[in-house]
């Protein structure tokens, strides 16, 4: 069983609920099916995401990153913002863009802070998590990682988010987690955190000794190596162990304000 904090559609505060199963979740004592539930976005702070913070994708750049623009290796986190005009919830719909065939998916286990957060000490970092959630870096498919990439990574919709926040007392251990990507139901990527370049603790350290995270940001651990293609009506699933399933449809943005049908 986990303890969560979620939001609801048309329901300002935050609730809190005991994930019972897959199916059920426990809410003021009465339990509800999951999928009957109208889940709002559960975070409210500035999203971050890490680059090439996956053993395997920062191999796949190693070869090219002492050649331009790149000169050299990065010495610190690579960080980049996913803007709140991203954020969509579990259920809502993923907008493909006219000029685009597919989106690509990023799998990411996402780290929510609970409290103001500088120059940490990584044997203390896990003392400013308020929990976990899941995340879909969507994507236009690129291969740059030179400039930020708002043109590709900050469309309307391109963030996923959800489906609510596992308290971090209910993870036994963040880096060693297993992510699934399914697509109609097929999974098509498989990974771990155990390949993280940097650790939850470490990532947060590194992160907090240049800029501070305050309460309510999030801190995306990264994507791993060969992110999978979705196309139009496409289903997307990911799965986190301990922490749930976001699951979204793409759908031509020609039909989709806001994460959903008009």
């Known amino acids: 069983m986990s303890n969560v904090q979620l939001k609801l559609r048309g329901i300002s505060q935050k609730l809190e609920g005991n994930v019972l199963n897959d199916e059920t979740i426990e809410i003021d ?24 913070n996956f053993k395997g994708a920062y191999d796949q750049l190693a070869p090219k990153m002492n050649e331009a623009p790149y000169q050299n290796p990065p010495k610190a986190p690579v960080l980049y913002i996913k803007p709140k005009n991203t954020y969509i919830s579990a259920q809502q719909l993923i907008p493909l863009p006219v000029s ?21 000490k990584e044997e203390e970092a ?48 963040p880096n060693d987690l297993q992510i699934k990507v ?19 603790e470490k990532l947060l350290a590194d992160v907090t000794d240049y800029m501070t995270l305050n309460e309510g940001d999030v ?20 799965e986190i162990d301990q922490i749930g399933k976001l699951e979204n449809r793409v759908v031509s943005e020609k039909h989709v304000v806001g994460g959903e049908i008009v």
């Open 29 to 52: 004592q009465i339990d509800y099916q999951i999928d009957t539930l109208p889940l709002d976005v559960p975070i409210q702070g500035t999203v971050y995401g890490a680059l090439l």
């Open 126 to 173: 896990l003392d400013y998590v308020l929990g976990y959630t899941i995340a879909n870096d969507v994507s236009i498919p690129h291969e740059s990682v030179h400039r930020p990439a708002v043109k590709y990574k900050a469309r309307d919709g391109f963030l996923p988010v959800g489906p609510w926040i596992v308290q971090k007392e209910s993870v036994e251990n």
């Open 219 to 238: 801190l995306l651990v990264g994507v791993p190596e060969n992110a999978p293609l979705a196309k139009e009506d496409d289903l997307v699933t990911i």
């Open 100 to 120: 685009e065939e597919s989106v690509e998916v990023g799998a990411a286990l996402a780290i929510v802070i609970g409290k103001v957060a500088t120059k940490v």
């Open 182 to 200: 399914s697509i109609n139901g097929e999974v098509k990527q498989e990974n771990t955190t155990k390949n993280l370049l940097r650790s939850v």
